[in-house]
């Protein structure tokens, strides 16, 4: 199989990680006979200091006509004084209207050889395997309008929350999608006892569950949810929700197995290429030191190789090798026990190519 993939490096550790997910990417194509073409191109600070664009014509022309794009993360201290259009993390809001990605996939498992690294009980977090889809490019973050005004010597500040039918339809179509193929559940997460968008979402999630049989739909309201994740998190399979309250579950959701620097992330479109990239930001405190946690960027990979090519094979072999390093005691910084040698980005990246 040949693949264009567009990477886009950004600042800091981004650049580190990066790196670790291409090897990685190059070693799975010798092995199982792939052609992945690496295309560079700038986003964020580095863009800045080049181009003065965080997001250059350029890099969403490279975007635009690869397979998939692979990125690191954006930001950092030098850049900081800089305002509104010209900081770096415009440049990611920026490509992700650009590719329209409205599906975001976070991904939370539980590693058992990271379950002492959670806050929660080891019995609570072992086993967890719950997917995170959020609608990306739609409701509060982006519904007109939004202002400030005065309003009878009062300080008036309007969001709005708006959604089309087509907007819902595609995400939930694409939770129905994720849970064929892991255990059948979709939880859907509103607030339809007091929002009218939510009341349209679960109406639409009825709808499109008859297309999809064979996955079992269920309805829970959001702050239930938020309550559940920590009571008891392996009961979910795929979560499916709207922006906001995505957001804030993705979140919630990701500190119950440990490190920023494990959490990967996926974001689609309805046909053109996604995008694959760590949660994590460009951590300019351990920036250039060999220090990062690859894993991130590497599983973010492997999630490219699933949905971007099809190759769940090839995923998988990833994940067991990110899966045998952790448990072989190979772990950077941020998740190293004490007593334990700490291990560099390059060596925990050439562990994971060894393994493969
Ligand atoms: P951050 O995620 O960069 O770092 C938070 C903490 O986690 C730091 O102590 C860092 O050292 C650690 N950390 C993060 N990733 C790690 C890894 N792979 N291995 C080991 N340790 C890791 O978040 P922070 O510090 O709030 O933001 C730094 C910059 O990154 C800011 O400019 C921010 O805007 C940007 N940012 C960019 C994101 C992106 O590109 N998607 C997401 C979040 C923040
Ligand atoms: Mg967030």
């Known amino acids: 199989m040949k693949k264009n993939i567009t990477v886009l490096p950004g600042d800091g550790i981004g650049l580190e990680v990066v790196q670790s997910a291409v090897e990685v990417l190059e070693t799975i194509g010798t092995i199982y006979g792939h052609d992945f073409a690496f295309d560079y191109a700038d986003i964020g600070g580095s863009a800045i200091d080049k181009h003065n664009d965080p997001l250059p014509a350029s890099t969403i022309k490279a975007c635009k006509a690869g397979d998939a794009v692979l990125l690191g993360a954006v930001g950092g201290p030098k850049w900081d004084q ?17 590719l329209d990605l409205f599906a975001n996939l ?15 009980r080891k019995e609570v977090i072992t ?27 009062e300080t008036i500040a309007v969001d709005t929350l708006i959604y089309s039918r087509s907007e819902i339809e595609r995400i ?16 859907s997460v509103d607030k339809a006892n007091v929002l009218e968008t939510s009341r349209l979402w679960r109406e639409i999630a009825e709808e499109i569950s008859t297309e999809y049989p064979d996955v079992a739909l269920e309805h829970m309201l959001v702050d239930n949810a938020a309550m559940q994740l920590i009571r008891d998190p392996q009961y979910f399979d795929v979560i499916v929700t709207e922006n906001l309250f995505g957001d804030i579950l993705s979140d919630e959701a990701s500190m119950l197995t440990g490190s920023l620097g494990m959490l990967p992330s ?5 046909e053109g290429p996604g995008l694959y990239e760590p949660v994590h930001g460009s951590a300019p ?10 894993l991130a960027a590497i599983s973010s990979a492997s999630m490219m190789l699933k949905y971007a090519f099809g190759l769940s094979e090839e995923a998988l072999a990833v ?16 998740i190293a026990r004490e007593g334990e040698a700490v291990k560099t980005t390059s060596e925990i990246t050439q562990k994971v190519i060894e393994t493969l």
């Open 127 to 153: 086993g967890i395997d719950l997917m995170i889809v959020r609608e990306l490019t739609g409701g509060l973050y982006f519904g007109e309008p939004r202002e400030r005004r005065e309003e009878n010597g």
């Open 172 to 187: 939930i179509r694409k939770g129905f999608e994720l849970a064929q193929v892991r255990s059948r559940r979709v939880t």
């Open 266 to 270: 996926a974001s689609m479109s309805a």
């Open 106 to 120: 976070r991904p939370v498992i539980g590693f058992d050889s990271l379950s002492d690294s959670s806050t929660l």
């Open 285 to 294: 405190d351990i920036a250039g030191q060999d220090k990062a946690n690859p």
């Open 82 to 98: 800089l305002s509104g259009d010209m900081r770096p993390e415009k440049g990611l809001l920026r490509i992700r209207k650009e």
């Open 319 to 334: 994940d067991k090798a990110i899966d045998q390093v952790l448990n072989e005691g190979f772990r950077t910084g941020d």
